[in-house]
């Protein structure tokens, strides 16, 4: 296996082992980034729920470790303006890393296809300098198609992870919004 990953770096041209270097620092990155944000925004949803079951069993405020707390310190003047710039400022903070994993959703699949590209160039390059056959435009154009399917590979995990993470945001607006319709229905 080693002598494997040692061959193909040989062969391989040297733009096409810096697509796949980019695109294994753009999978860890999008990694990251959902781990990071899925476990937060779990966590905020939880606080949330919590805050939103204990409005509905009959409390008059939002509890201290919820999100609308913030903007319920003032006092008993509620307003929809006011739920409403909560609601836009938890949207924001919710849906932060979704552009960085929609921009690399889209355009790894373009960054494997720039590595392929050169590697085919490069394979044919090699078979006009010598007399080539089948079997070395069959080896060039294989090893070639290595970082094409790397970038669809990462770009399958990023498009997902920012699926997955979008609802978790939507989720979370819901509940606050609810939150805020429930106080907003106490103040009539």
């Given at each position: 296996m080693i002598q494997t990953f040692a061959d193909y770096y040989d062969k391989s041209h040297p733009v096409t082992l810096f697509v796949l270097l980019v695109l294994s620092l753009y999978f860890i990155a999008i990694n990251w980034v959902f781990f990071y944000?899925?476990?937060?925004?779990?966590?905020?949803?939880?606080?949330?729920?919590?805050?939103?079951?204990?409005?509905?069993?009959?409390?008059?405020?939002?509890?201290?470790?919820?999100?609308?707390?913030?903007?319920?310190?003032?006092?008993?003047?509620f307003?929809?303006?006011?739920?409403?710039?909560a609601s836009y400022a938890s949207t924001k903070q919710a849906t932060k890393g979704l552009t960085f994993l929609s921009v690399v959703a889209?355009?790894?699949?373009?960054?494997?296809?720039?590595?392929?590209?050169?590697?085919?160039?490069?394979?044919?390059?090699?078979?006009?300098?010598?007399?080539?056959?089948?079997?070395?435009?069959?080896?060039?154009?294989?090893?070639?198609l290595v970082a094409t399917a790397s970038g669809i590979f990462v770009a399958i995990f990023a498009y997902t992870y920012h699926q997955i993470l979008k609802r978790k945001a939507y989720e979370l607006s819901g509940l606050i919004r609810m939150q805020s319709d429930s106080l907003l229905?106490?103040?009539?």
């Open positions: 944000r899925f476990f937060s925004l779990n966590d905020w949803i939880s606080t949330e729920n919590r805050s939103l079951e204990a409005l509905l069993t009959g409390s008059n405020q939002v509890p201290d470790y919820a999100y609308l707390s913030h903007f319920t310190k003032s006092g008993g003047n307003s929809k303006a006011l739920f409403d710039l889209s355009t790894t699949p373009f960054i494997g296809l720039f590595g392929t590209v050169v590697s085919i160039l490069d394979t044919f390059d090699h078979i006009g300098q010598a007399s080539g056959t089948m079997s070395i435009i069959a080896a060039g154009v294989s090893d070639a229905s106490k103040e009539v």
